[in-house]
């Protein structure tokens, strides 16, 4: 991947020399009908606020003269200035966000706590002790792997943990959020003393804010050129949080089938392990909130309310699945902390 003869250990070593900025906290909307496919976003103007700077910057992602790697989108690209010869919205946007975020510089279930999975793939641990034990002998590598659950459950923390993790272990992440700002990620994470800042500055960490509906109308894009990012980032997880505001983008259930299969498979093509967050469904806790995402994955985790007759209400975690892995099949207790989620693996329920 290079642009205007940079390559792409040069964009790399770029990117991780350069001082990030802060992302601000960006306007987010769904609605895809108003003036403009986006109105004013984080990616406009950079006297607006923009997060990812003046598109006149020397990025090797501007695309002005020369071939862009990425692909001409024309004058009619509804992310490219209209009086200029600048490229799609990728190149600007997407690519600019990375290379920006990329700157900144409890006791065992003896029922499976000594078997080992016979299989060659290998495997990582998720970072939540007693989820972990759970799991007989670990999570398979480029795994894709979705959090379902309502609102509060601890979708975001459950991702920002999986990466700390990661991160403590000397591997390079991405958290990509559509719902939340840079800043308010990096607060949620800093709050909890898991050193964000120092990850990120150290080029180890790349934070990305996007709006769900540039993502949804970019999506070619950047479906195309993820896995060569994540390549060159080097990275050995990714989070995206969530699939939900994705999947919204589309009415038509037979185009947010095909946008989101593809996707996904996109991140399968990437080679890194992956989280997705997912809203659960109004009517099932038990499913998705559009029944998809749990059937493209490798594994699901389950996080739901669980109430008693007493109606003292619990948080519960519950493993629906894990390809080419054994793992315990119960029901059991976690607590939301500062120092993240831990679940009680010996206790039961009520």
Not at 171 to 193: K, W
Not at 261 to 268: G, M
Not at 316 to 333: G, W
């Amino acid at each position: 991947m290079s642009d205007n003869g940079q390559d792409d250990d040069d964009w790399f070593e770029s990117a991780i020399d350069d001082d990030g900025e802060d992302g601000s906290d960006p306007e987010q909307t769904h609605d895809a009908e108003r003036d403009g496919p986006f109105g004013d976003t984080t990616f406009g103007d950079s006297e607006a606020g923009s997060s990812f700077g003046d598109t006149e910057s020397d990025s090797p992602f501007d695309g002005t003269g020369g071939d862009s790697p990425f692909g001409d989108s024309g004058d009619d690209s509804p992310f490219g200035d209209s009086g200029g010869d600048s490229g799609g919205l990728f190149e600007d946007d997407f690519a600019s966000a990375f290379e920006s975020a990329g700157s900144d510089a409890s006791g065992g279930d003896s029922e499976f706590a000594d078997e080992d999975f016979e299989s060659d793939i290998p495997r990582i641990d998720i970072g939540i002790e007693g989820l972990d034990r759970m799991i007989q002998g670990g999570i398979p590598e480029r795994h894709l792997i979705v959090t379902v659950g309502s609102a509060g459950t601890g979708k975001t923390t459950f991702g920002l943990q999986f990466l700390h993790h990661g991160l403590r272990n000397g591997e390079n992440c991405v958290f990509i959020t559509l719902e939340q700002s840079h800043s308010a990620i990096m607060d949620t994470a800093n709050d909890r003393g898991w050193g964000f800042d120092e990850y990120e500055a150290n080029g180890q960490l790349a934070v990305v804010d996007l709006d769900p509906v540039e993502m949804a109308n970019s999506l070619d894009n950047i479906r195309g050129e993820l896995p060569s990012l994540i390549e060159d980032f080097d990275a050995d997880r990714l989070v995206l949080d969530s699939v939900s505001l994705l999947e919204m983008m589309y009415d038509q259930p037979a185009k947010r089938r095909t946008e989101v299969f593809d996707f996904t498979r996109s991140l399968k093509k990437a080679g890194v392990t992956t989280m997705l967050t997912s809203e659960a469904s109004e009517d099932n806790p038990y499913a998705s909130r559009h029944g998809i995402i749990e059937y493209l994955t490798d594994a699901v985790f389950i996080l739901q309310y669980v109430r008693s007759e007493t109606r003292e209400t619990r948080l519960a975690v519950e493993i629906q699945k894990i390809r080419n892995a054994n793992h315990s099949r119960e029901t059991k207790p976690y607590e939301i902390t500062m120092d993240g989620i831990s679940v009680y693996q010996q206790a039961n329920i009520f």
